[in-house]
C-alpha cells in the first residue's frame, strides 16, 4: 500500500499500537501541527454518541462532574473522545482554522462545519477543561482543537438551519441513507422501526417512506413517544414495545416485516429485531450498543433465515438526504426539535 | 405472541434475567427433563467456538488443567456453554435420547447428530467433570445431556465420514452458504477470503467458486498455510499477511475485490477486511471476534462505502451444502482432513 493512502487515513497519528488505523489505536497523537493533506478544526462543540454518554452516566450514577471528568481523562489519555466500553465516539463542529496544501476536502478556513467521521477516530486535544459542560447532556461545549485525514469527510454546516439541528441530523445521517438503500434494493414493503421517536427512527422512518415502503411500523417505548410518533404522522402504525424485550417486540409488531431497523441506544435488542422480521428478510444494526456475538448466534439459535447488516456511518450523499428529509418532513421536525435546544449559528447560547 | 412459540424458543428454560431469549440469558435450566416440545441428547462430544478457546488458553496462560476447570465452570453456573468474554459458544455431538410427543424435528431416540444452534442458548449439564478432556483442543469429550427445543436444528451425522470431520465441517457451515448467497446475489466476481486455510475459509472459497465467482484470493497467516493452500487449488491467488493489520492486507490484496469474507478468529480484522473490499461491494463477517463498532465506525472513519454483513450461522440447506462441498472437493479435504483427527463413528479414540 503506497504511503498516501496510509497518510489518508490518518496512520501517521497512531501513537500505540503500531500499524493500526486510528479508530483501532489506543492512543493518538494530537498534536495541533497539521501535516500536508490534514486539516485542523477550532472546536467548538463535541457531540457524543448517544451509547457512550448513556454508559458513562451510568458509570458515574448520574453525576454530571465525575461524567465531565471522565471525558476529559478518555481524551487526555487517547488522543480522542472513544469511549473504551462502547468503543464509539461521537462528533463535533468547530471552524476551519488551518488546511494544508495536500488537503483533498476541499475545506477553507473560517468554514463551520461538522465532522463526519466518529470521533472514535478523530486526534482531539481540549484546552478549556470543558468547564461550560454540565456532564448531562451529549452536547458538549468544548475548546480545542481536531484533526482531519485526507479520507475523512466533513460536511459545511447549512445557513437555513440551527447549528443544534444540523449536528443532530449529521451525527445519525448514516441510518436514513442506509435504510433508503435497503429498501430500494429489496423492494422492501413493510418496514419496521425500533427506537423510531428518536432521531435516527424518526429519520429511517422518513427514508423508508421517500424509497417506497407502504407499510411501517414504528416501536417505541413509552406511551408519550407513541403519541409523538403518532402525531408526526411518520408511521403507518405506532407500538410501544421495550425493544430489549423481544418476546415483547415480537407480540407488539405480530406479522414479522420486510426489514427491521434498528435505532435503539440499548443492548438487548438484536433478538427481538431478528422476531420482527419475517424470513429472507433484512435486519439493519445502527445501534453501537448491538453485539456481533448476540446478533449472530442468536439469529442461528432462531433458525432465522435473516440478512443482518452492520450499520456504516457512510453511505454517498448521507448529509445531504438528512438535512433534505428534516427539511420537507414537518413530521421529522415535530420529533426532533424537542430533541435539541433550536439555537442559531450566532445565537449566544451556543458559544455561552 | 402466543405461548407455543415462547416455548419452541426455549424462554422455559430461562432462569435469569427474565423476558429474555436463550442465547441472551445469564443462566439456563439445564433439568434434563424433557419438555413437550424438547429433544434430550446424551452428549458424546463438545466443539468449542475456535475464538472462545482462544480467550480461554489465553487468559489460563495455556493451562490445559485451568482451562478445563474454567469450562466447567462456566457449564455449571450458567447451565450452558457461553463464554462470558466472547459470548459465543460452539456446538455438540451425541445420540438422541428422548424425544417430545410434540417436538417438531423429527428425530428418533438413537440417532447420532450434531447440533447446529450454539451452545451458547442449549441447555447443557455434564456428568464426568470432563475427565478425558485435556483442555487442549478445541474438541472436548463429554458425557451428559443437552436439550433442544421446537425451534432448534440438528443434522443427523452422515454413514460415510468419520464424526470428527462431520463435527468440524458442520460448525462453521453457515460461512459457505452465507458467502455462496452472496455471490449468486450480487454477482459477484472477485472474492477475497481472510483466513483462507482454516475450516470455514476453504469452504467459504470453495462455495464462492461454485456460485460463480472467477477471481479468488486467499490471504492467510504463514507460509506453511500458502503452501498449502496452493496445493489445494481453491484460490485463484494466494497471499500472506496477518489479518489483524490492516495496511498490511491492503497491501498484500492490492486490487480491492467485490466480496470479503472473514474466517479469521482473532481480534483486529475489521478494518483489513473493509481496505480489501472495492467501493460497492461487501464484507461478511464470520468470526465471532469481530467488533461491531470498530466495523461500523471503522469503514465509516474510511468513507467506505461497503455493505457489511453479520454471518447469520443459519441459511437454509446450510448443512448438506458443506458436507456436499467437502465430499466433492479434494482440495477442500486436503485443507481440512489434518485439521481432525480423523475417527470413525466406532473408533474407541471417540469415546476413549
Known sequence: ?????ERALGVQRV????????QAAIRLDADPSVGPDEVRIAVERLNLDAASFRQLSEACGGDGDAVRAAVLEIIEARGKMQNPVTGSGGM???VVDAVGPESPLGLVPGQRVATLV?????????TDGLARWNGRSEQVPATGSAILFGRSIAAVLPDDLPDMVSLALLDVCGAPAATARVVERSGARSVTVLGAAGKSGSLSLAAARAAGATALTGVVRTAAEAAALTAAGLADRVVVADATDPLAVAAAVGQPGD???VCVDAQGAEHGAVLATAEGGTVVFFSMATSFSAAALGAEGMAAD???LIG???TPGHAAMALELYRRNQGVRALIDPRVRPTGPHDPRVHA
Open 259 to 261: 426489514v427491521t431497523v
Open 312 to 314: 456504516n456511518g457512510y
Open 118 to 126: 466518529s470521533l472514535s477516530l478523530t486526534p482531539l486535544r481540549i
Open 306 to 308: 435473516v440478512t443482518m
Open 1 to 5: 500500500m503506497d504511503r498516501s493512502i
Open 92 to 94: 463535533l463542529i468547530g
Open 15 to 22: 501513537l500505540e499500537p503500531a500499524g493500526v488505523l486510528p
